[in-house]
T-cell receptor, first 115, second 111 residues
Framework: DTGVSQDPRHKITKRGQNVTFRCDPI?????LYWYRQTLGQGPEFLTY????????KSRLLSDRFSAERPKGSFSTLEIQRTEQGDSAMYLC?????????????FGPGTRLTVL | GDSVTQMEGPVTLSEEAFLTINCTYT??????LFWYVQYPGEGLQLLLK?????DKGSNKGFEATYRKETTSFHLEKGSVQVSDSAVYFC??????????FGQGTELSVKP
């Protein structure tokens, strides 16, 4: 399968713990996006990388959230001191170089439950 | 800021019925518009897109026309099938490249 992959698919944690998610984009896609989707809502933009540079961060991304893409390939999203309000589906998407209109291909998501 | 509003669901139709899911947007500039679909247990997939005013996107029998004058991008299909049951998301893409989604509309098609 050469699509966007995310790991883990599900994560259950206790409030106050740190969690880290990984996203592997489609090979040679230089743009990588993170979104968060809560139940009954559409995905909301969190942050965006072009190669290894983080070019935009949403105001939704509090200081407890950090994302990296160290070599311009896979990306990690870390949430420190999780809160119950962080429970959501975290989606990763990638798109190829070229036009900004290029399609974003989404991964299956990581479902986070904070108890 | 930019935003997307789509009709609330769930929408329940009988097989072969006509489908319309309304979507309107607010944006500065000239965004591209998209419909994404999420089938049960699967990830988001692009259904169709339109990049400028009066463009019509189409795929799998679904159509949507970019109407700048009414800031709308309504999704239509002439004859729905049970396999079309899914959640449909309207979205816009601004100059920054990020997608801004509506809240989603769940469609359920009964045989």
């Amino acid at each position: 399968d050469t699509g966007v992959s995310q790991d883990p698919r599900h994560k259950i944690t206790k409030r106050g713990q740190n969690v880290t998610f990984r996203c592997d984009p489609i090979s040679e896609h230089n743009r990588l996006y993170w979104y968060r989707q809560t139940l009954g809502q559409g995905p909301e933009f969190l942050t965006y990388f072009q190669n290894e540079a983080q070019l935009e961060k949403s105001r939704l991304l509090s200081d407890r959230f950090s994302a990296e893409r160290p070599k311009g390939s896979f990306s990690t999203l870390e949430i420190q001191r999780t809160e119950q309000g962080d429970s959501a589906m975290y989606l990763c998407a990638s798109s190829p170089p070229g036009l900004a209109d290029n399609e974003q291909f989404f991964g299956p998501g990581t479902r986070l439950t904070v108890l | 800021g930019d935003s997307v509003t789509q009709m609330e669901g769930p929408v329940t139709l009988s097989e072969e019925a006509f489908l319309t899911i309304n979507c309107t947007y607010t944006a500065t500039g000239y965004p591209s518009l998209f419909w994404y679909v999420q089938y049960p247990g699967e990830g988001l997939q692009l259904l169709l897109k339109a990049t400028k005013a009066d463009d019509k996107g189409s795929n799998k029998g679904f159509e949507a026309t970019y109407r700048k004058e009414t800031t709308s991008f309504h999704l239509e299909k002439g004859s729905v099938q049970v396999s079309d049951s899914a959640v449909y998301f309207c979205a816009l893409r601004n100059q920054g490249g990020k997608l801004i989604f509506g809240q989603g509309t769940e469609l359920s098609v009964k045989p």
